[in-house]
């Protein structure tokens, strides 16, 4: 079974100039499915329809409304088509619905169209078609319909039918077909049940290809079913290729479940959100400025949701004027970057302006004036690949390669170039495996981040040792916290610095290379009185508590992380080359008696029974004897 790339074209245009009805007479199919759009002969939701172009090239249709009460619907139809027929009636000319279809059109960036003048059997004056096409053509200037064919027609008569088809044709062959990143995405127009089969959903499938049996899930619910089904153009398919016009049956979903708006998906691939990072741009006629915190309705596939506008960089845009917004959504939608949007004015309806995902997954709240921000935004609209990437890249920090290829949105080979480039540019650090050509589960991180992790930890060690003079180093454990960095990033961060000889690291201490704990007389004088006592009573030396009365916390811990003494316990502290020299006592003492008790060990040490239990239990806890009731043995190596 063949599986064909099939383009989809979208109708636009003012209330009853001709659409549906020209649609009827190019493809034999009226659109209109709904009883009373066919009583009305006025299309209020959307009509679809499919024939073949004389190039032998089958394409969809998609006809939407044109009536200003209907708009909305057609913002559900328009997105994702490879081109607009664009359609104007001879007897009336340029009309108040033609201007804002044809400013939506140009805010979705639809890549390519064609421009029916339609009815031109009513108009028997040649002048005035003339007229009327100058006019025309004057209002498409500067939009993406500027270059466009004009074609007259009459779907009554037939005329210009022929060379309408071959101008369609002739701009769909300059468009490539729709690329396949391996991210289907279907954005669902319809939902319906069929009896024996159960629930349909259609829609232009994005991004992706699906194929009968695959699991799938309907976004933002997250409900997960199995394709039963394909359709296209009424055509059972295994497969469903990007830009097609798809119907598919869903099982296990109840159709109640779904929605106008929702998105058909491969599990996992897609994270609903309900705050977006845009690039906008108010119509030059829109009828008032957009200011910040003002309640729109947000157009995305055909999703439609109320949101709240934050702006940023600005108090208000004007008329004409370009942007970056955060947009606040009451409902999750599904985005990704680069898609193209409309904003409409809840009350009264207005069509406001348009432009790009930029990040539909940010951080948080933006500050509205930060510089850093505008400079980011910036990069992900316009940026090459590997900026983009690396932008995803600093969103995320230390991240798998995977997610970080995710969030960039990218084709997977332009990614894949972008990967090298920033490796070879060293704004790349791989923190595992290969360094070279890291594996998609690889952790990395962008190097501006590493080496200001690196700077900072230098910082808060130096700042360590000015405040603690007499301490060896920082805790490890203290400055990863400080630095909010996550095990793996720490541990590269702090093995570069090591590798550099910026650090030195001595036990579970961190410290600056070079620094030293250095006492000054009166705090020597003090340490040797102590150590003088420890030489006296090695067996019974001072206490925890003696110690920290005799030098203070801070000489004690000094003397600790220095290796010179070895507490046991919160009680009892020995020198460390006593401490060495008892637990060769202990070992040689069990392997000749065999197993001891503490009274035997405390007879052999000279000491008393505190000394001897504190000793006994480190034993026990670092693994050299075991306590089997009242004996101690040693452990089997």
């Not at 031109?120 to 007229?131: E, G, H, Q």
């Not at 200037?141 to 002739?170: C, F, H, I």
């Amino acid at each position: 079974m063949s599986n064909p790339i099939i383009r989809v074209i979208g109708t636009a245009g003012h209330v009853d100039h001709g659409k549906s009805a020209l649609i009827e007479a190019l493809t034999g199919t009226h659109p209109d499915r709904l009883k009373e759009e066919q009583e009305r002969q006025m299309t209020i939701d959307l009509g679809f329809a499919w024939w073949t172009l004389p190039d032998g090239e089958e394409v969809g249709v998609v006809d939407v409304p044109g009536h200003r009460d209907f708009i909305e619907n057609m913002l559900a139809g328009v997105g994702g088509i490879d081109a607009v027929l664009f359609v104007v009636a001879a007897d009336e000319g340029v009309m108040p619905q033609t201007r804002e279809h044809l400013a939506i059109v140009d805010l979705l960036n639809v890549p390519a169209g064609v421009v029916a003048l339609t009815k031109v059997d009513l108009v028997d004056d040649p002048d005035w078609l003339d007229l009327v096409e100058a006019d025309l053509r004057q209002v498409c200037q500067g939009t993406v319909l500027g270059d466009a064919e004009v074609v007259r027609v009459s779907a009554v008569s037939g005329e210009g039918l022929d060379k309408l088809q071959e101008a369609l044709s002739r701009c769909l062959s300059d468009r490539p077909p729709r690329a396949d990143l391996d991210r289907p995405r279907l954005p669902i127009d319809r939902v319906f049940t069929i009896a024996g089969f159960g629930t349909v959903v259609t829609g232009t499938l994005l991004d992706g290809s699906l194929e009968v049996g695959e699991e799938v899930e309907i976004l933002p619910g997250g409900q997960r079913g199995r394709v039963r089904g394909l359709q296209t153009h009424k055509q059972e398919q295994q497969i469903a290729r990007p830009g097609s016009r798809t119907a598919v049956n869903v099982s296990s979903v109840a159709v109640e479940k779904i929605q106008r708006g929702h998105v058909l998906s491969r599990p996992g691939l897609f994270k609903p959100t309900r705050r977006l990072d845009l690039s906008f741009r108010l119509l030059s006629d829109a009828s008032q400025p957009l200011e910040h915190d003002d309640e729109v309705k947000f157009f995305l596939g055909a999703a439609e949701v109320l949101g709240r506008v934050r702006l940023l960089g600005v108090e208000a845009l004007n008329p004409g004027e370009s942007g970056w917004l955060q947009l606040e959504l009451r409902q999750p939608v599904v985005a990704a970057r680069g898609d193209r949007y409309i904003l409409r004015r809840p009350s009264p309806g207005e069509t406001m302006g348009g432009g790009a995902v930029v990040d539909p997954h940010p951080a948080g709240r933006h500050k509205r004036f930060s510089e850093e921000t505008l400079a980011r935004l910036e990069t992900l609209a316009q940026g090459e690949p590997a900026e983009v990437l690396l932008q995803a890249l600093l969103a995320l920090g230390a991240a798998p390669l995977s997610q970080v290829l995710e969030r960039s949105h990218l084709d997977a080979e332009v990614a894949a170039q972008a990967v090298e480039q920033l490796l070879a540019d060293g704004k790349m650090v791989v923190l595992e495996g290969d360094k070279t050509k890291p594996k998609p589960d690889a952790l990395v991180v962008g190097a501006s981040l590493f080496e200001d992790l690196g700077a900072r930890a230098v910082q808060a060690l130096e700042a360590f040792h000015q405040a603690n003079p007499l301490r060896q180093g920082m805790p490890r454990q203290e400055l990863k916290s400080r630095l909010k960095a996550s095990a793996p990033l720490f541990a590269a961060v702090l093995a570069q610095l090591e590798a550099d000889g910026e650090v030195g690291q001595v036990g579970p201490c961190v410290s600056r290379r070079g620094h030293a704990v250095r006492f000054n007389a009166q705090q020597q004088a003090k340490v040797d009185e102590l150590l003088a006592a420890f030489a006296t009573s090695p067996n019974a030396p001072p206490t925890v508590k003696e110690c920290l009365a005799a030098v203070g916390q801070e000489l004690y811990t000094a003397l600790v992380e220095l290796g010179e003494l070895r507490p046991l316990s919160p009680e009892v502290v020995f020198r460390a080359a006593d401490y060495q020299r008892l637990v060769g006592e202990v070992r040689a003492l069990i392997e000749t008696s065999g197993p001891v008790t503490v009274a035997q060990v405390r007879d052999q040490l000279d000491t008393t029974r505190r000394y001897v239990l504190a000793l006994l239990e480190h034993l026990d806890a670092e693994g050299v004897t075991v306590r089997e009731g009242d004996l101690r043995r040693l452990r089997s190596s």
